[in-house]
């Protein structure tokens, strides 16, 4: 993943989805793949390309909490906040996650290690509470999990 | 002699530790000299077994779980076969009573096959349906569709056939079959446990109600929350390709679009604008999506379960799945138990089974053993249910009755630590977070709700201020376009009236200046 914003890797993002329908939204997740995030100038280019506007652009973009005006950490770990995992003490978990790391919600470390975000269920509702560790699930999450993620996440 | 494993690749499985345990059982059989074959199948939907391992024997396949990777180690320690008198021993699957007491039919393979198995597909009845509709043509394919009595399983509860025939009348130069699973509602996962389980069961129904309305695109929007699901189910949309089952010879195309962290895109107007790379905003109705949906083309746009639950009603007829249910709640529902739960799973049967039932009797209660207080059916639009309705009947119209929803079929159990004001907080919280931002009520009332429940749960004019959340209830509920405004009230006023204890708080001590 490169973390600077590649014209020419954009422009092949655009051609690999050509001749699709409404291809707004597959395009931006393969960029945000590409480089970690959706890059300022990716905006304009997506007007041009799409010959949209740049506010439409820019509204996509800032209506879907997926995408991100900033690379994350090195490690991204959603915790999910929604109703099954809150009657697990999801909410308290959370907290000594945040204060495991010394961040708010939405916060990377300053060593840029891990970004922890808030997610709204992950369809693990029965083996709650749950999270996404860099995208793979993990679910009965207790005191020992924190090490465990700690200790991924310092890889 | 090969000895055949299966271990789930279902997403709650792998949350525990289920591909360590494959990984683990290669390892030692290998070391044991022992040939065995592991098969990777959905999930059976018994959550509190899993990672659960079943083994084939000459009398069918039994279980054992829940097996931690530390387990696994052991379970082919003492060499094959395995005895019943193992600590982890279950038996066969289909005796343990939370599956021996249900009905599957949308969910009959899940957990058996191998989801991305063609053959194991159509060992286990899969293509019969699409057969048969081929076979019937399109309206009496449809007929078979509406005297089914299916209802949209999303929870809006719309008659299946209607729309679809809604579709089919409409004439357009092209139509659309999309398959709602932004399944966002917490407390529930049958929709990812199809997709990771039984895939071919939704090419199949949307390939039917292609065939049924004269379409021959179909969009599959799956949440990006479901990782796991999006990559098994684009799997098999390419395999399903490589046989015909899809594809210029099938006559029907599938393409799978990922979601982008926003609930109210499981609404079915803000999901079409979602697909054609808009902002999920939710539209006006009418025109219906049936006559004017993605791209303004026909579109039939329906839950997952909805469509995957057709093939079974084409393959078996019918009446054969009208006969199942309660009043005009027919066939079955596959209902998910989750939050504070001791059994906590996927549990299909017909309409008409009790809230009571379902959480004490087959959800065995809670997790922490504490009493059950409250429990929300429906999702997070859904409303509070205290222990006092517990024998209201599991069918559309007995929860609309009590000011209730079914939904999605969720059901998230709290025991009696739940703070009801607090839960009535995070449903304005919610609201807010996920507002598409079109109606003032939703976009702003749910900001407004959030503080004045913050001021509820500091003690601070309480009677006045559940009075104003009474009053924004009312404009959020007839003020509002979607569900999302429209029914957050829902969850808030039904904490308020069933628990009315929670929102009378001391007012907390302020410091002195």
């Not at chain 2, 390419?238 to 195309?253: C, H």
């Not at chain 2, 079914?406 to 630590?417: A, K, Y």
């Not at chain 2, 703070?419 to 749910?446: H, L, V």
Request: charged share 25%.
């Amino acid at each position: 993943m490169s973390l600077r914003w590649n014209e020419a890797e954009a422009t092949a993002i655009v051609r690999r989805h050509e001749g699709r329908e409404g291809r707004l939204l597959p395009i931006l997740h393969d960029l945000q793949a590409a480089f970690g995030y959706v890059p300022e100038p990716a905006i304009a280019f997506l007007a041009q390309a799409l010959n949209i506007t740049r506010a439409e652009v820019h509204g996509v973009v800032s209506f879907y909490h997926d995408f991100r005006h900033e690379p994350a950490g090195r490690h991204v770990l959603k915790l999910c906040r929604a109703e099954a995992c809150q009657s697990m003490d999801g909410e308290a978990f959370a907290r000594r996650v945040l204060d495991r790391f010394d961040l708010d919600w939405g916060g990377t470390t300053s060593d840029g290690r891990v970004t922890v975000e808030a997610i709204y269920c992950l369809g693990l509702c029965a083996s709650a509470p749950s999270a996404l560790l860099d995208g793979e699930p993990m679910a009965r999450l207790n005191a020992d999990s924190i090490d465990e993620i700690a200790r991924e996440v310092s890889r | 002699m090969t000895i055949r494993f299966f271990v789930p690749r279902d997403a709650a499985a792998r949350a525990v530790g289920a591909d360590k345990v494959a990984a683990t059982l290669r390892d030692e059989a290998k070391r044991q000299g022992i040939e065995i074959e592991i098969v990777r199948t959905g999930s059976r939907g018994l959550f509190w077994l899993e990672t659960m391992v079943e083994i084939e024997t000459p009398g069918g396949r039994i279980a054992f779980g829940p097996v931690t990777p530390r387990d696994a180690h052991g379970l082919l320690a003492g060499g094959l076969p395995l005895s019943a008198s193992h600590p982890l021993y279950l038996g066969r699957p289909e005796d343990i009573p939370f599956l021996k007491r249900q009905t599957r039919l949308t969910f009959a393979r899940c957990g058996i096959v191998d989801p991305l198995s063609l053959a194991d597909w159509r060992r286990y009845g899969g293509g019969r349906g699409l057969e048969r509709a081929r076979s019937l043509g399109p309206s009496k394919t449809l007929e078979e569709v509406t005297k089914s009595g299916l209802r949209g399983r999303g929870g809006a509860g719309f008659p299946t056939g209607i729309k679809w025939k809604t579709v089919a009348d409409t004439s357009a130069d092209r139509k659309y079959i999309v398959c709602n699973a932004d399944e966002g509602d917490s407390g529930t996962f049958a929709d990812r446990m199809m997709l990771e389980g039984d895939p071919f069961a939704l090419i199949e129904g949307m390939a039917i109600a292609g065939l049924a309305v004269g379409a021959t695109k179909g969009y599959v929007y799956i949440r990006s929350e479901y990782p796991d699901a999006v990559r098994t189910f684009e799997r098999a949309v390419l395999l399903a390709e490589a046989e015909d089952l899809l594809g210029a010879e099938a006559g029907f195309d599938i393409e799978v679009r990922v979601g982008a962290g926003a609930y109210v895109c499981g609404e079915e107007t803000s999901l079409l604008e979602s697909l054609e790379g808009k902002r999920g905003q939710v539209r006006a109705k009418p025109p219906l999506p049936a006559h004017k949906g993605l791209f303004g083309r026909p579109t039939v746009i329906n839950n997952l379960i909805s469509l995957a639950t057709v093939p079974w009603i084409l393959a078996e007829g019918a009446e054969a799945y009208a006969a199942f249910g309660m009043g005009r709640s027919r066939g079955t529902m596959p209902i998910q138990l989750a939050g504070n739960i001791r059994h906590g799973g996927l549990f299909e049967t017909a309409f008409g089974v009790t809230l009571g039932e379902l959480v004490d009797e087959i959800g065995g209660g809670t997790q922490s053993g504490r009493p059950v207080r409250a429990v929300q059916v429906g999702g997070p639009l859904g409303a509070y249910f205290p222990r006092a309705l517990f024998d209201t009947a599991f069918d559309y119209e007995a929860f609309t009755a009590r000011d209730g929803l079914i939904g999605h079929g969720g059901i998230v159990v709290f025991d009696d630590t739940v703070d009801m004001a607090r839960q009535a907080r995070f449903a304005m919280e919610f609201c807010a977070i996920e507002s598409c931002g079109k109606c003032t009520p939703c976009r702003i009332g749910s900001t407004r709700g959030v503080e004045t429940m913050d001021k509820i749960i500091r003690g601070e004019r309480s009677a006045a201020n559940l009075k104003l959340i009474e009053d924004l209830c009312q404009t959020m509920k007839f003020g509002s376009l979607c569900a999302l405004g429209g029914f957050t009230p829902y969850p808030v006023m039904s904490a308020i009236k069933h628990f009315p204890e929670d929102f009378v708080r001391p007012p907390l001590s302020v410091a002195a200046e």
